[in-house]
């Protein structure tokens, strides 16, 4: 399976479970601060959103630095604990980093952040880079985060496979131009969200198999 292709994975609802703890803190930083709790409708809504962002729908404007601080200490102490990375994810990324298959996570979350939960799970070393997000960078749908990793890489766009549980993963894959897009059922959206990806799958041995087949197909394209 060893390929020039290379894999671009969301984090949250993709390679980990986070979609509750996730809620719970934000409507836990926002009861914190006096304000009303998120609907479960905003919250999909907000998926792969910035952190400055959700938290404008409820406050004030002075008060978001000190809330997405208070809310990103609260997640690592009281949340990260009780996430649990997704059954056979480690399993894949490990396999694949013994076949030579580049891997990069591509989130919302802060870049820091990000790869301090992928560590946490002893999933950092099975991947080559993260792109988080930073003030001034751009977030999916839009491709920038994309292009980053595959300028990082030293890779091609089109040698690139987009995985994602939500439709910002599968329309930044599309906006960049990547060979495929897979959305995934286990995260946050449902199978209507995630319509326009060119796979959709339930479990993570159904992925792994479309990797592989979309990998070998790629590489006997090239060879002719």
Do not use: Q
């Amino acid at each position: 399976m060893n390929s020039s292709m290379i894999l671009l994975f969301d984090l949250d609802g993709t390679l980990i479970d986070s979609k509750k703890l996730i809620s719970h803190a934000l409507n836990h930083t926002l009861e914190k601060f006096g304000y009303r709790r998120l609907t479960e409708e905003e919250i999909i809504n907000t998926i792969n959103t910035p952190l400055r962002e959700i938290f404008a729908i409820r406050a004030k404007k002075e008060e978001i630095p000190k809330m997405r601080e208070f809310y990103r200490r609260y997640y690592l102490e009281e949340c990260l604990p009780k996430t649990k990375v997704i059954p056979g994810i480690p399993e894949l990324l490990k396999e694949l980093k013994e076949n030579k298959i580049k891997t990069a996570v591509i989130t919302t979350r802060n870049e820091k952040m990000a790869e301090y939960i992928l560590e946490h799970f002893n999933l950092i070393n099975y991947v080559d880079t993260v792109v988080g997000h930073l003030d001034g960078r751009k977030i999916k749908p839009d491709p920038e985060p994309l292009f980053i990793a595959i300028e990082r890489l030293k890779g091609k766009i089109d040698n690139s496979i987009m995985i994602g549980d939500s439709p910002v993963d599968i329309e930044a894959g599309l906006h960049a131009r990547c060979y495929s897009t897979i959305g995934v059922l286990w995260g946050f959206a449902s199978i209507e969200m995630l319509k326009k990806a060119h796979f959709i799958v339930d479990n993570v041995a159904d992925l792994s198999n479309i990797l592989t087949e979309l990998i070998n197909k790629k590489n006997t394209s090239i060879l002719e």
